[in-house]
């Protein structure tokens, strides 16, 4: 059994230390709105926020965020910036088929946590290796300009 903060509650997860933490949360804490992409930390699809930053959860084990705060898109959305960029993300119709977005948001969010007026080259840099197949860069681009705004707006 293992302790994590997650999503800011404490869970009792049934697994051992050298599990990673997605196949954790998707099948232990039933939390499947994190993604299973490439397996190997390349894709992206997998980010959660371990202690703030936008981590791959695929090749993490659990025994390495012990004691630490896991956020995942469940619970991303409880925060300023998370609804912002949920709503910059509906407004600017990033989503094509979607499979990629919970870790495209995980990052964004991460990025605007620190960042409030982030450059291209800011977004470009956050969101390297968050791959999307169906291309829809120009939009993630445009969403995460978007949240700045609404995150800046509303003084987060």
Not at 63 to 88: C, D, H, L, P, Y
Not at 106 to 115: G, P, V
Not at 119 to 137: L, P, V
Request: charged residues 20%; proline residues 3%.
């Amino acid at each position: 059994m293992i302790k994590l903060e997650i999503n800011g509650k404490m869970r009792n997860l049934d697994v051992t230390g050298d599990v990673p933490l997605l196949w954790a949360l998707r099948d232990s804490a039933q939390m499947t709105g994190t993604k299973f992409g490439c397996g190997m930390a390349l894709c992206g699809a997998c980010t959660v926020h371990v202690n703030g930053e936008a981590t791959r959860s695929c090749t993490l084990p659990v025994s390495a965020v012990v004691g630490k705060k896991i956020t995942t898109i469940e619970g991303v959305f409880a925060t300023q910036i998370g609804r912002a960029t949920q709503k910059a993300w509906l407004d600017s119709e990033v989503v094509q088929c979607g499979y990629c977005q919970s870790g495209q948001i995980m990052s964004a969010t991460a990025l605007l946590a620190k960042n409030h007026h982030p450059s291209d080259a800011d977004i470009d840099e956050a969101m390297s290796g968050n791959i999307c197949r169906c291309g829809t860069y120009p939009r993630i681009r445009e969403a995460i300009k978007e949240a700045a705004k609404l995150v800046t707006v509303k003084g987060a």
